[in-house]
């Protein structure tokens, strides 16, 4: 059974820094393409961030490129996302993703990935 568990969301002031975890079990890690992507309320579920299994590369949706950085640990089946500069547009649920596995491609459509976590919430307030 594939689990996807994220952590390390909260409430935090505009200009400021979190870091999200997310921790996997039941899949083999390395060979799974992960995502971030993130929920705001009365919106679509959009890309933020994800990084490929084989190469390692990251990619990054306009609205979070120079302030986010994926990253990941395939010892510890984890993968991160480190969020600074904070802005209060940043507010949402932000949610685990696993595409995989061996997935030639990165996509940024939420329909292709294969397992999900519950969602953290991520409170920016100015």
């Known amino acids: 059974q594939v689990q996807l568990v994220e952590s390390g969301g909260g409430s935090v002031q505009a200009g400021a820094s979190l870091r999200l975890s997310c921790a996997a079990s039941?899949?083999?890690?390395?060979?799974?393409?992960m995502g971030w992507f993130r929920q705001a309320p009365g919106k679509e579920r959009e890309f933020a961030a994800a990084?490929?299994?084989?190469?390692?590369?990251?990619y990054y949706a306009d609205s979070v490129k120079g302030r986010f950085t994926i990253s990941r640990d395939n010892a510890k089946k984890t993968v991160f996302l480190q969020m600074n500069s904070l802005k209060t547009e940043d507010t949402a649920v932000y949610y685990c993703?696993?595409?995989?596995?061996?997935?030639?491609?990165?996509?940024?459509?939420?329909?292709?990935?294969?397992?999900w976590g519950q969602g953290t919430q991520v409170t920016v307030s100015s």
């Open positions: 990084i490929k299994w084989n190469t390692g590369k990251p």
């Open positions: 039941g899949l083999t890690f390395s060979s799974y393409t």
């Open positions: 993703a696993a595409h995989g596995p061996y997935a030639p491609r990165m996509v940024r459509d939420a329909g292709a990935y294969d397992y």
